[in-house]
């Protein structure tokens, strides 16, 4: 098989998520066999000897097994079906039994092997790809069926599903409730959804196409640099849009957040437009900004902060040169704080007058939260009183007064108790102009498409409480249903476009505060996850407007 990195990577684009696990593990596959055949003087694998199959064709056998860790690499300390290909397809290795044996080796060794004899080496705890599918961890007995494969064995036959029990029809409205508070309930049991939504229940954001340029793209342009999320107010003293968002500094990806995230403000002159990046509010490490207004005026901010980067190794401030962690050799994402690694994700407040600043000192919000190396996503809404509701990844919180950081106090797990999948990460909290309460937020597997997958999901409740938070009542596979989608996303040049990532929602208001203008959202710009050949993890903040 003749191997040609610019065709695997326009499959990879272009091919359904069913034939993405087959074409990336031939492509990962392909170039670790070039490694070992060259190891090998060039010598063919199927040279006099034992019949074998092709490694290339053993590999796509084991993804149509739906075993996907790839190439040389394997997680959680057990070999993969594919390393089990290589080991086979090395000249010296002549029969299973031989090819199992080695397995078994590798399968012992503390994370690495390395065979002088069979020109192999062989990682076992690396990381499987997130994506097309979440592999997990290879099954113990993984590594042999490579081995089988290799040596003309069969694949094994799938399980026999279960019977498929049929679909209960969706129930009617009888309230504005059914509708999730989005739209009206009609005489004949069918919701009439306001404008800005869709969908059966009115769970979905009616959007429409994309603009290009409009949020807050600094990725595309001279500046190359990565932006995540985008929180949004309207200033009545000037009209004019203001935003906070993430940048990750030194022209990285999002994967450095831990290490490189700062706080900037953007403007517009429009809800829909395109913003322009103005100052840096709060310096290294600051991140996920979500904005409020309070009573008196006060523009204000709550963030995740410590002051200055990390001090583990692994987590030092990267350089990187067009807006994506690999181009400084910086692939890996960090995830959260670790115990000792110098940081932590305390959430703290600050406030001012102007949009423009200046900002009063940051208040930790720490004492409210239990697991300091975890961010909380906190997303408030300050109420006419000077009190306060907030969500974070998984509760409700109130305080009697916003300015008082001892007064908030968690209330509670958010979502009612029958709702069982978890409200997912980021989520973004308003009040409609009737007074109730919603929340948006990204939930699903990472990468996985429909609505049982990675999307946009939406929340509600008429007093807020914890335990009293709903989703529309569709089938319970859909999870709620998706309030925005991550593929095949419109754009208005008619181009649809799939990003790797689309998280950390916000909502844009008109001058009244309630009527929904526009959704901002981060996005990878990549359809695959940047573990993948041709995938990369830059972001910007797009924004989609709402329909009016």
């Given at each position: 098989?003749?191997?040609?990195p610019?065709?695997?990577f326009?499959l990879i ?12 593990a ?13 190891a090998?003087?060039?010598a063919a694998l ?13 590999a ?11 190439g040389?690499?394997s ?9 089990g290909c ?8 002549t ?7 080695t ?25 499987c ?11 113990k ?7 089988s494969l ?28 059914n509708c ?6 009609g005489?004949d049991?069918v ?7 869709t ?12 603009v ?10 001279p ?10 107010l309207?200033d009545?003293?000037?009209?004019m849009y ?5 940048e ?6 999002i ?13 517009s002159?429009s809800?829909?437009?395109?913003f322009?990046r103005?100052?840096v ?7 996920e900004?979500?904005a409020?207004r ?10 995740t902060h ?12 990267c350089?990187?040169?067009d ?8 692939n890996?994402e960090i995830?959260?704080c670790?115990?000792?690694t110098?940081?932590?994700m ?9 949009p423009?600043g200046?900002?009063s000192p ?11 190396y ?20 998984w ?5 009697t ?5 001892m ?12 709702i ?5 990460e ?12 919603h929340?948006i ?5 990472r990468?996985?498409?429909g ?5 946009g999901?939406?929340f ?6 914890a335990?009293?938070w ?12 998706c309030a925005?989608?991550?593929a095949?996303v ?18 844009i ?8 203008a ?12 940047p ?11 797009m ?6």
């Amino acid at each position: 098989l003749n191997y040609h990195p610019h065709i695997f990577f326009h499959l990879i684009t272009t091919t359904e998520t069913v034939n993405m696990l087959r074409v990336t593990a031939l492509g990962v596959l392909a170039a670790t066999f070039a490694r070992t055949t060259t190891a090998f003087g060039g010598a063919a694998l199927s040279q006099a000897g034992p019949t074998k199959i092709d490694v290339v064709v053993c590999a796509e056998r084991c993804a149509e097994a739906g075993h996907c860790c790839e190439g040389d690499v394997s997680a959680c300390n057990n070999p993969s079906c594919v390393q089990g290909c290589l080991i086979g397809a090395a000249p010296p290795t002549t029969s299973v039994a031989g090819c199992n044996k080695t397995c078994a080796v590798v399968r012992a060794a503390s994370c690495t092997y390395s065979n002088p004899a069979l020109r192999l080496n062989l990682t076992t705890c690396g990381q499987c790809p997130e994506k097309p599918i979440n592999c997990g961890c290879p099954i113990k007995y993984e590594c042999e069926l490579g081995c089988s494969l290799t040596f003309g064995g069969a694949l094994p036959p799938p399980p026999t599903p279960p019977p498929t029990a049929p679909t209960p029809s969706l129930p009617r409205c009888h309230t504005d409730y059914n509708c999730s508070f989005n739209g009206v309930c009609g005489a004949d049991g069918v919701c009439i959804c306001d404008k800005q939504w869709t969908g059966r229940y009115c769970h979905q954001l009616n959007l429409v196409p994309v603009v290009n340029g409009s949020g807050l793209n600094r990725l595309h342009g001279p500046a190359k640099t990565s932006t995540w999320g985008g929180t949004v107010l309207y200033d009545n003293a000037t009209g004019m849009y203001h935003m906070w968002a993430s940048e990750i500094l030194n022209h990285c990806g999002i994967h450095r957040w831990v290490s490189n995230s700062v706080v900037v403000h953007a403007v517009s002159h429009s809800a829909t437009g395109s913003f322009t990046r103005q100052e840096v509010v709060w310096p290294l490490f600051t991140h996920e900004p979500t904005a409020a207004r309070a009573p008196d005026g006060s523009y204000v901010l709550f963030v995740t902060h410590h002051d200055g980067p990390p001090i583990a190794p692994s987590q030092h401030t990267c350089n990187c040169t067009d807006g994506t962690s690999a181009s400084g050799g910086c692939n890996q994402e960090i995830g959260n704080c670790n115990n000792g690694t110098g940081c932590a994700m305390y959430t703290f407040m600050s406030y001012a007058s102007n949009p423009a600043g200046p900002w009063s000192p940051l208040q930790s919000l720490a004492h409210m939260q239990a697991n300091p190396y975890t961010d909380m996503n906190f997303a408030p809404v300050i109420e006419d009183d000077g009190s306060l509701i907030a969500w974070n990844r998984w509760d409700i919180y109130r305080a009697t007064n916003w300015k008082e950081p001892m007064s908030y106090k968690n209330t509670g797990a958010a979502l009612r108790p029958e709702i069982t999948y978890g409200i997912g990460e980021d989520p973004f909290l308003y009040k409609d102009a009737k007074g109730r309460y919603h929340v948006i937020t990204h939930n699903g597997p990472r990468g996985e498409p429909g609505p049982e997958g990675d999307c946009g999901r939406h929340f509600f409740s008429e007093t807020g409480d914890a335990g009293t938070w709903d989703a529309a009542p569709l089938h319970p596979s859909e999870l709620g249903g998706c309030a925005y989608w991550r593929a095949n996303v419109p754009f208005a040049d008619g181009e649809r476009r799939t990003f790797y990532r689309r998280e950390r929602p916000h909502l844009i208001f008109q001058p009244d505060g309630t009527t929904i203008a526009a959704l901002t959202t981060s996005a990878i710009d990549s359809p695959i996850s940047p573990y993948l050949p041709g995938g990369t993890d830059g972001s910007y903040t797009m924004l989609q407007a709402v329909n009016q």
